[in-house]
């Protein structure tokens, strides 16, 4: 996967309460035109053959060691199928054996003792729950639960890997927000792959967006 560094921007957001240290990563790949998936869910896509002269490469020394420094992995429900559905496939399990947190409030199939199982209120279990016990605390997916971690301002970055295809159609990044959220772009990455990393801090959660536009005063 491309585009896994590390934001050399400080954060400076306000936390509720907890592990001052801790950080909320949004982490996702997603075509040029936003989505994350097809309608059905198919993410056949994210194999692609271009070829990007210049860009970089991160050898399998350099993932490891990034990979490393996640803490933990939170994720919604769908998302914990499809990885499950790659599992069984034989496309193995790309977690390794880091805490995995999926939210859910259904009873879905347990496959190991790293899985943990969550519903209710997010920023209840992120700041109460995750940002004492973890430091570098990475959703994963899908648009769901990104569009909830950013519209309850629980994120600190967003790295957003975009690859070299349009879909035309499908799962947004982040799912109905109902919000602006204002951004600073960190960091900008091009792979060989064709892959743009792009690295954005969380800077502010604004109020919603009013839902009438006065034209005449
Ligand atoms: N391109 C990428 O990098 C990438 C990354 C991740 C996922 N994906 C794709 O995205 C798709 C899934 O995304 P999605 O937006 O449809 O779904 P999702 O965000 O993975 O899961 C949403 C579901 O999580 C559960 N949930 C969310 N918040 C909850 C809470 N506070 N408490 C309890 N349950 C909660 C609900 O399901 P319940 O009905 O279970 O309660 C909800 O319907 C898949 O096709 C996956 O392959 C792509």
């Given at each position: 996967?491309?585009?896994?560094?590390?934001?050399?921007?400080?954060?400076?957001?306000?936390?509720?309460?907890?592990?001052?240290?801790?950080?909320?990563?949004?982490?996702?790949?997603?075509?040029?035109?936003?989505?994350?998936?097809?309608?059905?869910?198919?993410?056949?896509?994210?194999?692609?053959?271009?070829?990007?002269?210049?860009?970089?490469?991160?050898?399998?020394?350099?993932?490891?060691?990034?990979?490393?420094?996640?803490?933990c992995?939170?994720?919604?429900?769908?998302?914990?199928?499809?990885?499950?559905?790659?599992?069984?496939?034989?496309?193995?399990?790309?977690y390794g054996?880091k805490p995995?947190?999926?939210?859910?409030?259904?009873?879905?199939?347990?496959?190991?003792?790293?899985?943990?199982?969550?519903?209710?209120?997010?920023?209840?279990?992120?700041?109460?729950?995750?940002?004492?016990?973890?430091?570098?605390?990475?959703?994963?997916?899908?648009?769901?639960?990104?569009?909830?971690?950013?519209?309850?301002?629980?994120?600190?970055?967003?790295?957003?890997?975009?690859?070299?295809?349009?879909?035309?159609?499908?799962?947004?990044?982040?799912?109905?927000?109902?919000?602006?959220?204002?951004?600073?772009?960190?960091?900008?990455?091009?792979?060989?792959?064709?892959?743009?990393?792009?690295?954005?801090?969380?800077?502010?959660?604004?109020?919603?967006?009013?839902?009438?536009?006065?034209?005449?005063?």
């Amino acid at each position: 996967m491309g585009g896994l560094t590390a934001c050399a921007y400080p954060v400076q957001k306000p936390k509720i309460m907890g592990n001052t240290d801790s950080r909320v990563t949004i982490h996702m790949a997603a075509s040029l035109d936003g989505f994350i998936a097809r309608k059905d869910g198919r993410v056949d896509w994210l194999e692609t053959s271009d070829q990007f002269a210049g860009g970089d490469t991160m050898s399998p020394e350099l993932v490891e060691a990034f990979l490393k420094s996640i803490d933990c992995y939170v994720m919604g429900s769908r998302t914990y199928e499809t990885a499950l559905s790659f599992e069984a496939k034989g496309f193995g399990w790309p977690y390794g054996n880091k805490p995995i947190f999926v939210l859910t409030s259904r009873k879905l199939p347990r496959t190991r003792d790293t899985v943990e199982f969550y519903s209710g209120d997010l920023a209840h279990f992120v700041n109460g729950r995750l940002r004492p016990a973890f430091r570098s605390i990475w959703f994963v997916g899908g648009g769901v639960v990104s569009g909830e971690c950013l519209r309850l301002g629980l994120a600190d970055e967003v790295r957003y890997s975009i690859l070299p295809i349009l879909i035309g159609d499908g799962i947004p990044f982040f799912e109905k927000l109902d919000r602006d959220v204002v951004l600073h772009l960190a960091e900008v990455k091009g792979y060989k792959s064709g892959t743009v990393a792009l690295c954005y801090e969380v800077r502010t959660c604004a109020q919603p967006a009013p839902t009438a536009v006065v034209t005449h005063l």
